[in-house]
């Protein structure tokens, strides 16, 4: 938890949070990916296994596998790591991510996908407006702020790595692009761990959620897609480009941006409390703060934030127990 959090919590509530967090540890998975460690900490391996190789963050010593970092245990085949709390997003090829455009230059964004480098998004790494796929023309490259400009939050899927770790990005989808009337949420990425399905689409509450894989987290508004049978009669202009002003945009209902705001707040709970992030866990937290009348402004209160921490470690007993 957070120390500003900390602080806030009387003797009571620190005695309830303690309680519940020795709970949740003690019920986690044996698993060794995802166990939490401090430094001098012990990673449970066999080092008599030949086929065990020691990565960053690890130390042997008397032959016990020691932790030198605040971290996640981390394991790909035979590999162990330690990967650092504290530590960037690490570009992975498939991940899906949500970034700020920083720059717009020749024939290509950066974009801020809070790892070491900037990630590079090239125009010919995208959809076209017009959904036409082409060589990219002098045209399109004069249009490219009409499609992402600086500060915009967008959606793409990284396409490769260089030795740098600089994230080479694409967005040939139309569930990839430009991301707007929502919140953009930042949590330690070690808390969103990559899965089959990162866009989830909340019917329910009108909100799409998009959970970055590099800890960005988009809460918007879920936009409907356009009845294929109704034909826009307008001429195109610019090639096809039209700028976001152009466009009429008509305003977000008040209840959908009350359920963006009560999502938002969940997450930030999970990333307070340091829980893994999922759709499931943001719905249920959701859920009880409606059932218990809790205000939007008030769910990240000492009070709600133990209480979640009480209801998983009660979930986590029923399971594991």
């Avoid at 044996?30 to 960053?56: F, M, Q, T």
């Avoid at 959904?131 to 023309?137: L, S």
């Avoid at 600089?166 to 692009?177: C, E, N, P, V």
């Avoid at 953009?184 to 989830?200: I, T």
Wanted: proline letters at 2%; hydrophobic letters at 35%.
């Amino acid at each position: 938890m957070k120390e500003e959090m900390q602080a806030t919590l009387n003797q009571t509530q620190k005695i309830r949070l303690q309680r519940a967090l020795q709970i949740f540890h003690s019920t986690s998975s044996s698993s060794l990916s995802d166990a939490l460690v401090s430094v001098a900490d012990s990673i449970p391996v066999n080092l008599h296994d030949s086929s065990i190789l020691k990565g960053h963050g690890t130390l042997d010593l008397d032959g016990e596998l020691l932790s030198t970092y605040c971290g996640v245990i981390e394991r790909i085949d035979s590999l162990v790591y330690v990967r650092s709390i504290k530590s960037r997003y690490i570009p992975e090829t498939g991940n899906i991510v949500v970034g700020r455009v920083v720059e717009v230059g020749q024939k290509r964004w950066k974009i801020d996908v809070n790892a070491y480098h900037d990630g590079i998004l090239m125009l010919s790494s995208i959809t076209l407006p017009d959904g036409i796929q082409r060589r990219r023309t002098a045209v399109d490259e004069l249009n490219m702020r009409n499609i992402f400009e600086e500060n915009d939050v967008i959606s793409v899927e990284v396409r490769g790595t260089q030795n740098t770790y600089t994230a080479q990005l694409q967005a040939r989808s139309d569930k990839y692009g430009k991301l707007d009337r929502g919140q953009l949420v930042v949590v330690p990425c070690y808390l969103v761990k990559k899965r089959k399905q990162h866009f989830h689409q909340l019917d329910q509450y009108g909100v799409v959620v998009i959970l970055g894989c590099n800890g960005y987290i988009w809460v918007g508004e879920l936009i409907t897609a356009k009845d294929d049978m109704e034909v826009d009669t307008s001429e195109p202009t610019n090639g096809g480009y039209s700028s976001f002003e152009e466009k009429e945009q008509p305003s977000t209902p008040l209840e959908t941006r009350q359920n963006i705001c009560r999502i938002a707040n969940a997450i930030r709970v999970l990333s307070i409390l340091g829980f893994n992030i999922t759709v499931e866990v943001i719905l249920e937290i959701f859920d009880l703060s409606t059932s218990m009348n809790v205000e939007k402004h008030d769910m990240l209160g000492a009070e709600f934030c133990v209480l979640v921490a009480e209801k998983e470690a009660e979930r986590r007993s029923e399971k594991y127990g």
